[in-house]
C-alpha cells in the first residue's frame, strides 16, 4: 500500500448565505421547500447496508401545520438494535483499518455534499422537521454541520502528527491512535441538524463504528444526512441509523460487551441515568466506556450599569427567542439593573412585539412553531402559573394557541426574587425571566448567578467597564464553559468557540474542537530498541 505524510485541506468556516429577497438561495430554498411540501417520505432504517422498513409506520409532522404530513418512518424495535450492533462489528475492522486520509476523503466530501448540492434540501428538511427559519436553519443545517467536518478532519490530522518529542540514541518512541475496541452509540438531539449530524461523524472519523438513535422530531433530516453520508461514500456497517425508543435502545446497548462509549446531547436527566446505568453494567465491558455528554442549560445574560442599552437588548432579544429558545445554550434568565430597567425594558417590549410569528416557508416569521404537543404544553403551563403568581408579572406575550400549529407567543416574566421557578428551571422554550438587582447589588448578582442553577453551559455580560467585566468573568468562571462578553450568549462557531459546559450541562469535552475527538481515540505508545542490550548486568554490578 502507498504511504505518504498528506496535508489536508486547511478549513474555513462555510459563509452563511443571507436569503434576502431576490437572491438566488431563497428562489432554490423556497423551492426546496415546495418539493418537499408536495412529497411524502418514507423513511427506513439503515442497518448495514440495507434500508429496514417494519410494519410500524410513524407520521412526520411540521410543528408548525400539524394536520400536514411530510412522510413516515419506520420504528424498530430491540432486534433493530442487535441488529445495527451486529453491523457495526462486522465493518469494523476494515474501517479502521482503512488508511486515515482515505477516512478524511470521505468527509471532506460529505461536506462539499452538504454545501452544495444538499444545501437546500437539507436545510429545507429541517425548516420543515424541526421548524426552524431560514436563517436559523442555514447557520445550523449547512455552516455548522459543513465546519465539523472539515474542521475534524484537520483536527484528526492534528491529533495523529502528535508523537513523543523525544527518543535517546538507540530508540524510537512513536505514538498511534486506536479506534475504541468495539462500538459507539451516538444518541442525538431534534434542535440542531447540524449536532445530529457531527455526534456520529466525530466518532467514525477516528475509525469507529457506531449505531446512531436520532431523536423522533429530528427523523426527518437525520435521513437526509444519512442520504449523504452513503453518497460521499460512508462504507456499509460504520454508521447505522436507527428508530427506537430510548429504553428498548439503553437496554440492548448498555448491556452489551462490545459497548465502548456513548456520545449524547440531550437533557441533564436522560444523561444521569444513562451514566448510572453505564455504572452499574460496568462489569459487563470489555473496556471502560468513554462517556460523552452536552445536556442542558439556564443560561444567563448579566447587564451591569455601564452596558450599553441597545447592544443589551439586541444580546437579550436574539438570545431569548432565536429558534424559539430552543437551543441549550439560549438566554433563559437575565439580570438588569434598575438604573437600566425602564428604557431597557421599553426597548425589548417594543422588539417582540414586532415579531411576526408563523409557519417556516413565510421567511418574514422570526417566530415559529417549538417542536411538539408535550413542549408546547408545559411551557403553557409555566405560563398559566406565571399569570397567577403575584410575585411576577408578565410584561410581553403570555399567549399560545396548538390549533394548527404549536406556537408559544415570545414571553417575558419579570420576577421579584431570583430564585423564582422559571429563574432556576430549564425551559427550553421562548419564555424569558428578568431579575432586576438595586444597582449596589452587583457583586452580590455574581453570587445569586453562580449558585441559582445545577448548570453551566453559556453565560454573557454587558458592560463597558473593564474592571466589571474582569471581575465578572473571574467570579462566573465555573458558571459557564462558553462566556460571552459584550454578545449575546449563543451562536458558537466551530473552529472559534468550541462549545460545552460542565456541572449539570454535561462532560466539556467542547464539540468543534480536538478535544471532543480525543475522546475518541486510546493511545498506543510503542518503544522500539534498535540494539537491545544482551546482558542483564547493569555498570554498578561491577568490581571497585
Known amino acids: 500500500m502507498l504511504k505518504g505524510f498528506f496535508n489536508v485541506p486547511q478549513p474555513v468556516n462555510e459563509p452563511v448565505l443571507s436569503y434576502a429577497p431576490g437572491s438566488k438561495e431563497r428562489k432554490l430554498l423556497q423551492q426546496a421547500l415546495q418539493t418537499a411540501l408536495e412529497q411524502q417520505r418514507d423513511i427506513p432504517m439503515y442497518i448495514g447496508g440495507e434500508e429496514v422498513r417494519t410494519d410500524k409506520k410513524v407520521t412526520i409532522r411540521p410543528p408548525h401545520k400539524h394536520k400536514h404530513v411530510l412522510g413516515y418512518y419506520h420504528e424498530g424495535d430491540a432486534s433493530h438494535v442487535e441488529d445495527a450492533i451486529g453491523a457495526a462489528l462486522a465493518a469494523k475492522e476494515a474501517w479502521e483499518g482503512l488508511p486515515w486520509e482515505q477516512r478524511a476523503a470521505i468527509f471532506l466530501k460529505a461536506a462539499d455534499l452538504i454545501a452544495g448540492p444538499y444545501r437546500y434540501r437539507l436545510n429545507a428538511a429541517t425548516m420543515l422537521g424541526q421548524s426552524k427559519n431560514a436563517f436559523q436553519a442555514e447557520i445550523d443545517s449547512a455552516c455548522e454541520i459543513v465546519d465539523f467536518l472539515r474542521f475534524n478532519v484537520k483536527y484528526m490530522c492534528e491529533i495523529y502528527e502528535q508523537q513523543p518529542p523525544v527518543s535517546p540514541p538507540g530508540n524510537w518512541n512513536r505514538v498511534e491512535q486506536r479506534p475504541l475496541e468495539g462500538f459507539v452509540f451516538a444518541l442525538t438531539p431534534f434542535n440542531f441538524t447540524a449536532i445530529a449530524g457531527n455526534l456520529p461523524t466525530s466518532a467514525a472519523m477516528m475509525g469507529n463504528v457506531v449505531v446512531w438513535k436520532p431523536a423522533n422530531t429530528q427523523i426527518y433530516s437525520a435521513h437526509v444526512l444519512m442520504e449523504v453520508f452513503r453518497e460521499a461514500g460512508v462504507p456499509d456497517g460504520v454508521i447505522n441509523l436507527v428508530y427506537v425508543d430510548g429504553p428498548t435502545a439503553g437496554d440492548v446497548i448498555f448491556n452489551h460487551p462490545d459497548f465502548a462509549g456513548i456520545h449524547f446531547t440531550g437533557s441533564t436527566g436522560v444523561f444521569q441515568h444513562i451514566w448510572k446505568t453505564i455504572g452499574n453494567n460496568i462489569h459487563r465491558y470489555k473496556s471502560y466506556p468513554r462517556i460523552v455528554g452536552e445536556t442542558g442549560g439556564k443560561d444567563f445574560i448579566l447587564v451591569h450599569p455601564s452596558a450599553d442599552i441597545k447592544a443589551s437588548a439586541t444580546a437579550i432579544v436574539r438570545g431569548a427567542f432565536e429558534y424559539q429558545g430552543q437551543k441549550c445554550s439560549a438566554a433563559s434568565r437575565v439580570y438588569i439593573p434598575k438604573s437600566l430597567w425602564p428604557e431597557l425594558k421599553e426597548l425589548i417590549v417594543q422588539d417582540i412585539k414586532s415579531f411576526k410569528i408563523g409557519p417556516v416557508d413565510d421567511f418574514s416569521n422570526f417566530i415559529n412553531a417549538v417542536i411538539d404537543e408535550k413542549s408546547f404544553d408545559k411551557l403553557a403551563k409555566y405560563i398559566d402559573a406565571a399569570k397567577q403568581d403575584d410575585d411576577v408579572e408578565i410584561i410581553v406575550g403570555g399567549d399560545y394557541d396548538k ?76 458558571a459557564a464553559g462558553n462566556f460571552y462578553i459584550n454578545d449575546k450568549c449563543t451562536g ?52 571497585d
Open 403 to 478: 390549533s394548527e400549529g404549536y406556537f408559544i407567543h415570545p414571553t417575558v416574566i419579570v420576577a421579584n426574587r431570583p430564585d423564582y421557578v422559571t429563574m432556576c428551571e430549564e425551559l427550553f422554550g421562548p419564555v424569558l425571566t428578568i431579575y432586576v438587582y438595586d444597582d449596589g447589588q452587583w457583586t452580590e448578582m455574581l453570587d445569586v448567578i453562580d449558585k441559582t442553577s445545577i448548570y453551566a453551559l453559556t453565560g454573557a455580560i454587558i458592560s463597558q467597564d473593564r474592571y466589571a467585566i474582569t471581575q465578572a468573568t473571574y467570579a462566573l468562571r465555573n
Open 492 to 543: 458558537a462557531v466551530v473552529g472559534q468557540q468550541p462549545f460545552g459546559g460542565a456541572r449539570g450541562s454535561g462532560t466539556n469535552d467542547k464539540a468543534g474542537s480536538m478535544i471532543n475527538l480525543l475522546r475518541w481515540v486510546s493511545p498506543r505508545t510503542i518503544k522500539e530498541t534498535f540494539d537491545p542490550p544482551k546482558d542483564y548486568r547493569y555498570p554498578f554490578l561491577e568490581q
